[in-house]
């Protein structure tokens, strides 16, 4: 019997992280103080980060060994399994072999936890009591919240507040690991209180979200603060979900053409290609193609610039070179809430800035149309943000079965889509709005950039 | 390191099923018609059922062999992992080895579908066009949604109307595998329209969706009815779920001292112990425990009666003895839906008269006490249902703490609660009931009970 999904044996999980830094073909541009505009120093980093994340976080060396106690934990759900799409390629009626990465069998029913855990992990070893971070529709504030639950770390969440009036499972699934959830803005925090002011019926967004946990951290003693995508750390964490792949792969004596993952902050991205872009970089998979995906509405690679920018909307994070649509750019209400981040991860930037990948962008409406063959297919339930891999790969699917390649496509099925039914019967009611590129709106935001003097 | 889960390979997955009526001390005592009161016919029968499943409903093979095209969707998500709970272990500090056997990575997140896929297969061997069929709180109705997807068949489920309007989620899921879901009482049927005239706001009753369900395909060409729980059919595919749970604790050199299953109408309790408990009837495994845990507000083995009753409490469905609380009894509104049946399958029945097995019922709120500690631990969140099954394997390794003994606990983890968040919220506000057990309703109850001559 041909073989659904391919399992790697626990003791053959990957015991070291793939840090792409090593190879990448120029080194990163520095990372720049929002207060100064200056160099960032470690020292105005470690008020809010732990020393070994920041360590992770400039690291030039290409593996970083993974601690026991992580790998311990990593064992609830990896390694995870990779699945041949038979009946999907059936369908599609292509010669294409497809592949996909399942990840919605962790606790959180994400890739989330991959970094999640580390972070908590290091974060306990130096002595932090309390981890803070922000959450939009809730997948990282429920990963974070099981990563501390297992260290006995207090979590405080500041959650969107129409996601946490919206959707009130992912609310309920931090309650249940142990963490804090709160609506953002609050009165918690001076950030949230001045929002407050200005409309006591202020929505919130992620910018002010981080703001609020920023600041929290900043200003509380044992008190971190972590974050769920766009830093080096934690798209390095992720690349167990490349290695993983590869091994299966390699088991079935197989190995890709083209790697897709969807792109929000770049963390899964970043997860699924960096261990096969290694081979790309060293010279040996000259052909490979690797596709970031992102929405229509919210193109940050397709569209955006590469340039200096803040990382939150509050100019509060540091400002790093990335691609980016404008710090105070609000992207359309669409609800792949992971994907809607106005920058991107700096190494993603500086790859799809050096052309050594690709990317692509699609409308809500048929990204669901994907999501939906697929769960009729495969049957597993996508989150939307996965859904825009999944269009991406049946697309390249399609186009083999006009040429008659059987290419291998892999790409990152990050998370399930349990929490995102209501969108589900929106589409099915067409009820989805597919948005336009707010491209005047980009503009404007664009000339608001910080203006860096590189050194 | 010590191993988490065991994954048995694709490969290795059980090729038949196990039915223990070839094994059973005595035969099932017949079925009765519920309109004539004599034996039911397979004539009668044959009008709901296709032929292969009434074989299967009455067949004394020892095993049957499962045929390809449903291996081949098993694939999807069996073998399922079995853990190793070594988290929670820590935390009871208990000498106890506590094993559970995940079924919340199946696509509709719980054992639902290892008995969907087959009855949807043979229905459309023998030209079923629609089947229908009743759900409660939508595990059901939607695992049946997605086998029906697979084969091309349409499906209609009626929900009973107060789950249908409070829990949008799986009826979405439905939805998005491609049934139609109505909720019941509805307009479609006789049972339906007699109940709204008597009430036009009826809130529903799984009692009267089976009405509507059986009616809607006795009354319609090419229209078969299917049935989740209960009969003997589905308790034997069920069955993969122990066959590989022993292959997985073979592999490591290991055999429970104790099977739990939470006990509904009993198909996942036999599932994980019907074939442990092939070795107890042959006399191999004379010491071998098996516990079957009910809730204290629905407790049918533990205060129910054996005798001869109905299936359903409109009187439609077949009469067969079982242990029962009354066909019209309303167990009250626990937020463990899917065990709030007033019946029990009548194998199991048998085997708890024959004192083979053993009943244990407790309250919601310790179920759900237990259910936290096990998120919190284990990671997995789940299904109320389920944790029935959790609180007794703890109470059993506590157990296990004052003795010393270093028993091996084995329970099913038959779904998820990704669906269940508002009930864990509920609980940790504070706001969940324990019941009284409602013995004076049993008693009225039970005194409505058909009068069968047995022959």
Redesign the interface.
Known sequence: ?E???I?L???DMPKRWYNIQADLPKPLPPVYSPRTLKRATLEELSVIFPMEILKQEVSQERWINIP?EI??IY???RPSPLYRAV?LEKALKTPAKIYFKWEG???A?SHKPNTAVPQAYYNMKEGTQTITTETGAGQWGSALS?AT??FDITCRVYMVRVSYDQK??RR??I????AEVFPSPSDRTNSGRSMLQEDPNHPGSLGIAISEAVEDAATHDETKYSLGSVLNHVCMHQTVLGLESKEQLKMEESYPDIVIGCVGGGSNFSGISFPFLHDKLKGDKKDLRVVAVEPYSCPTLTKGMYAFDYGDSTKLGPIAKMYTLGHDFVPPGIHAGGLRYHGDSPIVSALYDQKIIEAQAYHQNEVFEAA?LF??T????LAPETAHAVKSAIEEAKKCKQTGEEKVILFSASG?G??D??S??LY?DGKLADYEYPAELVKQSLQRLPKIEED
Chains 1, 2 share one sequence.
């Open positions: 019997m073989k659904t999904k399992f044996d626990e003791n026991k790998l311990d064992a609830v759900w009946r069998v962790s606790p029913g099981y639950s297992l009130p499972y309920n699934l309650h249940l690991w142990g939906i769960a009729q495969e049957g597993h339930v399930h349990h929490f039914l209501t589900y019967e099915r």
